[in-house]
């Protein structure tokens, strides 16, 4: 189980890796497009600027939302008494 965990972490790593040369060339593509269009007069390049801040908050949002349930059942879990444990003598 563990060689298919480390098998598994190390293709996902090496396709990153290899693939993120493409990507790059797309950041300046989309930067380039914006400069254009605001030079121009146009307003693509605010929507543009509003939609990479959307990308940006929601990896944010969904560790405050997996946090938040994790605290939420830590919690929980204190309050509860164990009955399991304690002898009940009538």
């Known amino acids: ?4 965990r480390y098998l598994s972490f190390t293709l996902c790593l090496s396709a990153l890796l290899l693939l ?3 990507l790059y060339a797309q950041c300046s593509m989309c930067s380039a497009t914006a400069e254009n269009s605001v030079a121009n007069g146009n ?3 605010d929507g543009l600027n509003d ?3 959307y990308l940006l908050a ?3 949002l969904a560790v405050a939302c997996v946090g938040y349930i994790w605290y939420r059942n830590y919690r929980k879990k204190a309050e509860s008494p164990d009955l399991r444990s304690e ?3 009538h």
């Open 1 to 4: 189980m563990k060689f298919f």
């Open 58 to 60: 929601a990896p944010y």
């Open 20 to 22: 993120s040369d493409g």
């Open 43 to 45: 307003t693509e390049g």
């Open 87 to 89: 002898a009940i003598n």
């Open 51 to 53: 939609g990479i801040l």
